[in-house]
């Protein structure tokens, strides 16, 4: 569905009135995932992801309302788009809005731009500067609807992210009346979608896992006659996603790579690039269950492509354990614990502990050859970092590789763990100089530093060896022949 800013009635609106209504018929395209719909609705007011709205003219309440809708229309554009910066700029425009709706006194408005807010924090990994925002707009939503809905299902996600199913579970499960009462079909949709998402990863690792998995099959399908109503694509192909992801579990490949390739399509025609890497994530872990590591690495290294350009950096935590997994069993132990660590170092910059802690554990499961002292400082802070999480597969994996480097383990200090965990940054030059060092050392050894016949060696004439000697290595000339100077006449000097 289109509606395009120039099928608007607005020649018989104040500059007021019309504001109001684009922003009301972009929210409520953008609540159908009809984005580029919205982007129209409100064009005349607000130009391209990155530019501020025009305001002027307008009271402090549909100003603020201006920015909100642009903030939150920003966050959703920029996400599809690839745009790094799009949530810095999402912030920065609902911020705004909040300043405005405080000095009115709209506390409601404040609430609501808050959990936006939390959004925009969730994205890119703050989650506890976004679980703070969730709940304090919660103890202003007090009265029911989708204001409050919006916000229960945000923090339900921060602690989702943070592994703590079990919370997030009981988060959503304890608000199912408000949901049954609510009018936004994409709400509810989105609300039985994730039901079915933290079920689905509490039975991956019970002992009644498919009990798990069908009620899982179940909300997703509930959510989707929901997203059906609300005529929404997107949340469509991300149900069709999860339903691939559990068929997977199942062992159901076939099955399961239909459904994704009917997710991918969908996003794919609606331009959507991030969600469209969560598919191929998804098709990297089936490959991964299918022992066809191969394609499972390059689908997973191109998904962590797609959300490094976006800036997700949760997102591209989880790819990055996947493609690492997939390395691990094609015997590429190198690249797979480079994965890994950056896998590591990435999800703790963006402060989810959670998941660098996931990094840490799975490379020791997979990597038998890791250095001792790498394998020590992985396992204690995978163990640091997991503490919090009630995944119930967590603790005896933790067992199980704590058996697997009993004997060898030693406490690492945590700066020291970071040191050994996190990649540290190549310097090329410099790296080329210490190589090109290392060898004019070994052929000056060999002629008793000679430098005509350490040149031969080498493979070059004696002035190019000796220019790169003085000029980059000033040390080594003490390990070479005095140098003698022609004679201004008579006979030839004698080389050395």
């Known amino acids: 569905m289109r509606t395009a800013s120039s099928k608007l009635d607005t020649a018989h609106l104040t500059a007021n009135e019309e504001a109001e209504l684009r922003c009301c018929t972009a929210l409520e395209l953008h609540d159908q995932g009809d984005y580029d719909g919205a982007r129209e609705a409100i064009f005349p007011l607000w130009k391209r992801i990155g530019s501020r709205p025009n305001t002027e003219g307008l009271s402090d309440t549909v100003a603020a309302e201006v920015l909100l809708t642009t903030g939150i229309l920003t966050r959703w554009l920029g996400n599809r788009s690839e745009i790094k910066e799009a949530d810095g700029y999402a912030k920065d425009l609902i911020s705004e809005s909040i300043t405005l709706y405080e000095a009115i006194k709209d506390s409601r408005k404040v609430a609501e731009a808050r959990t936006e807010l939390a ?21 202003r939503l007090t009265i029911g609807g989708n204001a409050r809905a919006n916000a229960i299902i945000g923090l339900s996600f921060v602690e989702w992210a943070e592994s703590r199913h079990n919370e997030a579970l009981k988060v959503l499960t304890e608000n199912a009346p408000l949901f049954e009462k609510i009018t936004s079909h994409t709400l509810r949709g989105v609300y039985h979608n994730q039901i079915g998402i933290i079920l689905e990863e509490i039975g991956a690792a019970s002992k009644k896992r498919s009990a798990y998995f069908q009620r899982a099959i179940n909300e997703y399908r509930i959510a989707d006659e929901q997203f059906k109503l609300a005529k929404h694509v997107v949340f469509r192909a991300l149900v069709k996603n999860n339903i691939g992801n559990v068929l997977k579990e199942l062992g159901r490949f076939r099955d399961a790579h239909e459904f994704l390739e009917q997710a991918r399509r969908l996003f794919m025609r609606v331009r959507d690039k991030v969600r469209t890497a969560q598919v191929d994530d998804t098709r990297a872990q089936v490959f991964i269950a299918e022992e066809k590591y191969a394609q499972a690495e390059v689908i997973a290294r191109t998904a962590a492509r797609s959300f490094e350009r976006a800036g997700r950096q949760c997102f591209l935590a989880e790819t990055l354990i996947n493609q690492g ?172």
């Open 119 to 139: 959004y925009c924090y969730w994205r890119v990994g703050a989650h506890d500067e976004a679980r703070v925002l969730f709940c304090e707009a919660l103890k």
């Open 325 to 496: 997994i997939a390395l691990a069993r094609l015997h590429e132990t190198e690249r797979a614990q480079f994965v890994f660590q950056r896998a590591i170092e990435i999800a703790h910059q963006a402060g989810s502990l959670n998941r660098a802690g996931l990094a840490a554990l799975t490379m020791i499961e997979e990597i038998d050859t890791l250095p001792h002292d790498v394998q020590s400082a992985a396992y204690e802070q995978a163990r640091e970092w997991l503490a919090t999480s009630d995944s119930p597969d967590i603790k005896p994996r933790l067992k199980a590789v704590a058996k697997k480097i009993d004997g060898i383990r030693t406490m690492t200090k945590s700066a020291n763990a970071y040191e050994l965990l996190f990649n540290k940054p190549c310097d090329l030059e410099a790296e080329v100089l210490r190589f090109e060092r290392a060898r004019i050392v070994e052929a000056l050894a060999k002629v008793k530093g000679k430098v005509t016949h350490a040149a031969e060696l080498l493979g070059m004439n004696y002035q190019k060896l000796a220019y790169i000697i003085e000029t980059r290595h000033p040390d080594l000339l003490k390990k070479r022949t005095p140098v003698r100077r022609r004679p201004r006449k008579g006979t030839r000097k004698k080389d050395r």
